[in-house]
């Protein structure tokens, strides 16, 4: 009984730790970027520019948005490197955590084979003139290692979920970055004049 709840806890674990892995690409953002290219799709996307790098300002230190606002605002001459400066950062925000679901998959099924053997080796020793239900010591071992297939499976999924939203969040961004730099360049030739 005790090899069961060890591997459901394990695999329980496994899953949670591999699901925050999910979260963190997720919440990279403050703002959703594509909602947020959308906006600025079209003519009117150089009259707003002006009111989203308003939205960015505002958001929470430290954020994508808040960074990117304050390069794109910054002298013109270093906006180039501060605009990098601000796409590494959401890269490595994005890569948070990034290994957690390998390992948790690892962990959950190394622990469900250590566990099943565990509960095979109990099984097995017997007192003299008894015999062990070897097909009842069978399924137990094997009851053990689905637990901890299940948690590795709910990792390697999340892994999976988590590479495809890092590839949307990185093209999202990147067409955002590009639009809010087209669209302020629109409109700082237009203040400038012929």
């Known amino acids: 009984m005790l090899p069961m709840v060890l591997a459901t806890i394990v695999a329980v674990i496994s899953a949670v730790a591999s699901l925050r892995r999910i979260l963190f690409v997720i919440h990279a953002t403050t703002l959703e970027p594509?909602?947020?290219?959308?906006r600025l799709r079209g003519e009117r996307g150089s009259a707003q520019v002006k009111?989203?790098?308003a939205l960015f300002a505002v958001?929470?230190?430290g954020s994508f948005e808040r960074?990117?606002?304050d390069a794109l605002s910054g002298p013109q001459?270093?906006?180039p490197i501060l605009v990098a400066q601000a796409e590494t950062e959401f890269g490595w925000t994005l890569r948070r955590w990034d290994r957690v679901p390998r390992v948790c998959a690892s962990i959950s099924s190394s622990c469900a084979f250590l566990l099943a053997s565990m509960v095979l080796r109990s099984g097995l020793t017997f007192a003299?003139?008894?015999y062990p239900n070897f097909n009842g010591l069978v399924f137990r071992a094997m009851g053990v290692v689905v637990l901890g297939l299940a948690g590795t499976s709910a990792a390697i999924a999340a892994q999976r979920i988590a590479t495809a939203l890092v590839r949307q969040r990185r093209a999202a961004v990147t067409a955002l970055v590009d639009r809010l730099e087209e669209c302020l360049e629109a409109s700082e030739t237009a203040e400038i004049g012929p």
């Open 34 to 38: 594509s909602l947020v290219l959308e």
């Open 59 to 61: 958001q929470p230190e």
């Open 77 to 79: 001459t270093a906006r």
């Open 51 to 53: 009111a989203v790098l």
């Open 67 to 69: 960074e990117l606002s």
């Open 128 to 130: 003299e003139g008894t």
